[in-house]
């Protein structure tokens, strides 16, 4: 049928269809899902690819996760060719042997679909697993030799083939984790998700027939598509620079790790290029092209008109060329270590491409979101003498701000885009031995604007467990800050420290150490980066957050020119005025100084960028 003569209520049914099923997907792992990343936090994520391997449907997840999993799907079909069945089920967390996933932590269950004997689609349920065997529990080992040491490495195999379960396949792949039994859970939890979306699309396969689905879905994308490219058209041509860096690569510490992008706007086409980007690295923050890709499409959606939120597919990424040569930290070969990958460099691909896009739309300017303050404890809990991990976002800090908007309050990380959610202290408190002292937002921990980012987070807790380890994982933001936008501040450092009896010990990110019994942990997680002059920001509004000890009264003169009564928290419009005088055609400051090679890399960005405007001015001429 062609998409033509599509029925328009078939077409929005068909559609919608799709979205509601991923999301039922999503619900399934939710409710019956025994790990905290899973089954608290929504490190989830799902979708549906036709046989062709096009995106069909991805409403809800981790880009990370999915905008890159195409290739895995391509990957599957080439390989399988013909011998894809009914019932087959085929596992992946491999990101170089056809599995295209970002980080071994994340397995995906593939299902094919067919319907009168011809493959229609392919579902994938993709979360992040208790563990994945490894050196250490969890996964983030920044030392490991290579990916063989971050764990069980899984190309894309058949663990279920005709609807047969292969028994012994899984037996060997869950004696290579620490937690067999919670891990086989959620397998089965996820494997069920997928069972539930072959059922509803086999369904609706029946009621409107095949052809008709294909011509919705074909109508689909070229109407997200067209969307797309118009949303692209809007953005002045040019080429648009942008960076971002880790604090190190956690094998050598404490230097910075670049991910710099040229952002090409030419018609309605968008080339997003890393090619300066800094070559890869001996440490775990490698990312491979399908991680880097998902990541640098997400972050350009968002400057697009947020109407689409809900209709990005394959047409969403035909517009958009993704250019990462071999060999750099932004698509890293064999056998590199990307434990951290997903978080560093992740977030700093989506950090670069936001900023150069801020330069092109400054109306759509977004700041960098809070950087990430995970960490992987592992040791024994003396309630029931079991092992444990923990993994969690409880501990980030906020969105940044955009344009028109303040930073959203307790967002976790930019590459999880909201998806992943905090956990409840009662909860953490049954499943792992550590007692909460404090949770809070902090004040003066955001980047100051006229929109300013949300809060940063104070956390604090107490291991009562035995003695165990802490790897501070995908951690960042203690030398390298994410940028604010049109003059708004950078995020604030962020902090990590064991307390041990009157012992303050700092630990940086992408580190291992050990906690004893009785330690306390407190991490102080940055707030979100700002947008806009913060001199220009609505006393109004600042004598509000003093009110609710977001900022101080100091800051509230010092950075945003507000005298505020600390007593009535009123604003004494006299003093802001004389304080305002000049400060509004000032750029505002950045929180803290970059390091040297930051400056350094600024510079070449900045000298780009005259150049890059030079040349438009001449072809304007």
């Known amino acids: 049928m062609p998409s033509s003569v599509v029925d328009p209520i078939t077409l929005a049914t068909v559609w919608h269809t799709m979205q509601t099923l991923c999301r039922e997907m999503r619900h399934v792992m939710d409710r019956t899902a025994q790990n905290y990343l899973m089954g608290q936090l929504h490190d989830i994520s799902v979708g549906i690819w036709d046989a062709q391997g096009r995106t069909v449907a991805v409403p809800v997840g981790l ?119 919670g891990v086989r859970v959620d397998n089965y939890s996820m494997i069920a998700s997928t069972a539930l979306c072959e059922k509803r699309l086999l369904a609706m396969l029946k009621k409107y027939g095949k052809e008709t689905v294909k011509a919705c879905i074909d109508e689909m994308i070229q109407r997200t598509e067209r969307a797309v490219r118009a949303e692209i058209r809007k953005i002045p041509a040019g080429t648009y620079f942008g960076e971002s860096a880790t604090d190190d690569d956690g094998t050598v510490l404490d230097e910075p790790v670049w991910i710099r992008v040229a952002v090409t706007v030419k018609g309605d086409r968008m080339t997003l290029d890393f090619s300066q980007s800094d070559k890869q690295r001996k440490g775990f923050i490698n990312s491979v092209y399908a991680a880097t890709y998902g990541n ?34 932004v698509n890293c070969e064999y056998p590199a270590t990307v434990g951290a990958s997903p978080v560093n460099v992740g977030i700093q691909v989506m950090e670069a491409v936001l900023m150069a896009l801020s330069q092109a739309v400054p109306q759509r300017s977004i700041a960098a979101w809070a950087k990430h303050r995970g960490d992987y404890v592992f040791g024994v809990d003396p309630r029931t003498n079991e092992r444990y991990v923990r993994t969690s976002f409880d501990y980030d800090g906020s969105g940044g701000a955009v344009w028109g908007q303040d930073g959203y309050q307790g967002l976790s990380a930019l590459t999880a885009l909201a998806a992943v959610t905090r956990g409840n202290i009662e909860e953490m408190e049954i499943r792992i031995p550590f007692y909460m002292h404090k949770l809070e937002f902090a004040t003066d921990l955001q980047g100051a604007g006229r929109w300013r980012g949300g809060a940063g987070v104070y956390w604090e807790a107490q291991n009562q467990g035995s003695d165990s380890g802490m790897a501070t994982g995908s951690s960042d933001g203690d030398t390298t800050f994410g940028p604010g936008a049109e003059g708004g501040q950078p995020c604030p450092p962020c ?89 509004t055609t000032k750029p505002a400051k950045g929180a803290a100084a970059k390091p040297a090679a930051a400056k350094a890399a600024s510079g070449r960005a900045a000298k780009q960028r005259r150049r890059a405007t030079s040349t438009r001015a001449s072809r304007r001429a």
């Open 63 to 181: 880009p990370v996760q999915f905008l890159g999993a195409s290739f895995a799907v391509k990957s599957i079909t080439e390989k399988f060719k013909d011998n894809l069945h009914p019932g087959d089920i085929i596992l992946t967390n491999d990101p170089y042997h056809g599995g295209h996933n970002c980080h071994l932590p994340d397995w995906g269950f593939f299902r094919p679909v067919f319907f009168d004997g011809e493959l229609i689609f392919i579902t994938l349920a993709r979360a992040h697993q208790e563990d994945t065997g490894g050196a250490y529990p969890g996964g983030y080992f920044p030392n490991g030799y290579d990916i063989h040491a971050e764990g069980i490495c899984i190309p894309p195999l058949k663990v279920y083939e005709k609807g047969v379960e292969n028994k012994d396949l899984f037996e060997l792949i869950w004696n290579n984790v620490r937690w067999p039994q």
């Open 296 to 329: 640098a499409i997400a972050a350009a959606v968002l400057v697009f008109d947020a109407t689409l939120a809900d209709y990005h597919n394959e047409g969403t990424m035909r517009p958009i060329e993704v250019i990462a040569p071999q060999g750099l930290v």
């Open 495 to 583: 902090r990590t420290y064991i307390q041990r009896g009157s012992q303050r010990i700092r630990v940086k990110p992408h580190r291992l150490v050990q906690l004893k019994n009785k330690d306390v942990v407190i991490k102080i997680s940055s707030g979100g980066a700002g947008v806009g002059n913060p001199a220009q920001r609505d006393p109004q509004l600042v004598a509000l957050d003093v009110r609710n000890e977001i900022i101080s009264p100091a800051a509230a003169r010092k950075v945003y020119k507000v005298v505020v009564d600390p007593a009535t928290f009123v604003v004494d419009a006299k003093a802001t005025a004389r304080l305002r005088r000049g400060a």
